[in-house]
């Protein structure tokens, strides 16, 4: 099932993780496959395979493997593989003693704390007396409160004697929620922006056709606007896709129908009458993102199915009931999560500038001269201190398209120095808008030979022709240390990367291990403009 079929099981999906339903089936038409080790003293394979049924409606090949039968956990052996690690014990296996010495004497659990992949499975709060002191000592520990699972509500009342066990529908809840978990942790499927309907979706009621009192928020829809504005805030990028004049739209959002969340929160906004999946196709162009980080919301089942057969990667979520579309971005799906006001403040303002520059393009096919009319400036900086630097790491961790090594390096300064790494980062501004860091780069040298161990763009800065100005003013920096030199990277070939070696078969030369700059081509076809744009 391709991942924009999740409307189709969106609500038995959800009810599983209340009572027990038909468990959907696996398929094949993955995104990303991801390792889970279970650490347990119970059979629970059964189960979990409802897990990794659940992982696959998101786009997850999930593939579990368990620890031995063991009481004390401690002597389980983690494979290095593991992107996620669950530990899932029945309690009722230890006595009151054992669990008490496990946790607050366990060398094991305190080191396993401090490692983000592992989570812990506890029994619901009222089947025992023992599981707030439980939990208060793994928080101890170091165990937040987001890296446990924990089956929310159990309908049925358990047995008299039912202290550590789990109930029937306790286990398929758990786990449900462990293979959406670590589905939606997946780095592959992190949702970067949201595209929404208006109608019946943000509010109750069609604007234009129903009567004035058919149109209201719920008190459900306006939790949606709100959690949609928290997620705008931490820097996922929302946008309109409605069929409606856009006259109409901005009198919506200057009405109560939609108060929580405002106008200046969406970056993107299509209104209009013809096709969705056009106008999606015109606002991941603008976004320049691959649909499998967006997710798109709609009431409507044949406009799901529409921009679901057109983008079969997206993330499409039935919008009819505010309350299932709150449990699905709560529970089921993780989002781009950033505390950098500013650099998402520059993301929407960049991409809102993208489509007064569409507009240039139409008027001409010449990339340089209209950098040069947009007086287009490009600096580029040393990396010296912690703040640059994370700039650097976070590009170097996220970009996708224009990633030269895909090495996803993560350098601190003390490494930089002992293996005498140098690091740049670019600035990109110009009338319309300042992009701030979008490119980095990190290097070595060798005698007279500079190896590129990274050379990453944003995808914000994509589409202009500036990919070439960018990397010779970066060359600027580097031939500022060693005047006379070669500079040489490998080529990686990615599944999202062409953009990047794209530029490579264009100004680098296969030396068969290795890839050469051919600094001439790349001098001669940035000579007329460079000048103009680069500032020392």
């Known amino acids: 099932m391709l991942r924009s079929n999740f409307h189709l099981i969106q609500t038995p999906l959800l009810k599983m993780v209340r009572n027990r339903s038909e468990v ?69 296996r230890l006595s009151e003693d054992a669990i008490k010495l496990l946790i607050d004497n366990n060398p094991l659990l305190k080191t396993w704390a401090c490692d983000e992949r592992f989570y812990f499975v506890l029994p619901s709060k009222f089947t025992s007396s023992l599981n707030l002191q439980i939990r208060r000592s793994l928080d101890m520990l170091g165990w937040s409160q987001s890296r446990f699972i924990e089956y929310p509500k159990l309908d049925e009342v358990p047995p008299i004697n039912f202290k550590f066990s789990y109930s029937r529908n306790e286990l398929d809840g758990i786990s449900s929620l462990i293979g959406m978990r670590f589905a939606s942790l997946a780095q592959a499927v992190r949702i970067r922006a949201i595209i929404i309907d208006l109608d019946n979706t943000l509010y109750e009621g069609v604007y234009g056709e129903d009567f004035a009192s058919e149109l209201k928020p719920t008190n459900l829809h306006l939790e949606l606007q709100q959690k949609l504005k928290q997620l705008s805030a931490q820097g996922v990028l929302l946008c309109v896709c409605s069929k409606n004049n856009s006259s109409d739209v901005q009198q919506i959002f200057d009405s109560i129908l939609v108060s929580r969340v405002f106008k200046e929160d969406f970056t993107l906004i299509e209104a209009g009458w013809g096709s969705k999946a056009d106008s999606i196709n015109r606002i991941l162009n603008l976004l320049n993102f691959d649909e499998r980080y967006v997710a798109f919301i709609d009431d409507s089942s044949r406009e799901l199915m529409e921009v679901g057969k057109s983008f079969p990667n997206m993330l499409c979520v039935n919008g009819s009931n505010p309350s299932e579309v709150l449990e699905v971005l709560e529970q089921m799906v993780t989002f781009e999560n950033s505390s950098d006001v500013e650099a998402i403040k520059s993301r929407k303002l960049d991409i809102q500038a993208n489509l007064i520059r569409s507009f240039a393009t139409l008027k001409t096919s010449n990339n340089d001269e209209l950098l040069v009319k947009f007086k287009t400036k490009i600096k580029v900086l040393r990396v010296l201190d912690e703040e640059s630097l994370n700039r650097a790491n976070e ?44 490119a980095a780069l990190s290097y070595s040298a060798q005698g007279n030979i500079v190896n590129l161990s990274e050379f990453v763009i944003s995808c914000r800065a994509l589409g202009r022709g500036v990919e070439k100005y960018i990397f010779r003013s970066m060359l600027s920096a580097i031939l ?22 794209q530029f490579l078969d264009d100004y680098f030369i296969d030396g068969g291990s290795y890839w050469s700059l051919n600094r001439e081509k790349l001098i001669q076809e940035t000579q007329k403009w460079y000048d103009v744009m680069y500032e020392s």
């Open 24 to 92: 959907p089936y696996r398929d094949s038409q993955n995104l990303e496959k991801v390792n889970l080790f279970v650490i347990r003293n119970e059979p629970f394979e059964p189960y979990l395979q409802i897990g990794v049924n659940c992982a696959s409606a998101l786009g997850v090949d999930l593939e579990i493997t368990f620890s031995h039968y063991e009481d004390n956990f401690s002597l389980a052996t983690v494979p290095t593989s593991s992107d996620f690690v669950v530990i899932w014990l029945n309690w009722e």
């Open 480 to 501: 500022s240390d060693v005047s006379d030199c070669k500079i040489r990277t490998m080529r990686i070939l990615g599944d999202k990367n062409s953009p990047a070696i």
């Open 395 to 438: 590009l170097f961790r996220k970009t996708n398209q224009f990633n030269l090594t895909l090495a996803r390096s993560s350098l601190t300064l003390a490494k930089m120095e002992e293996r005498k790494i140098q690091c740049l980062v670019a600035t990109l501004a110009d009338e319309i808008s300042n992009s701030g860091k979008i």
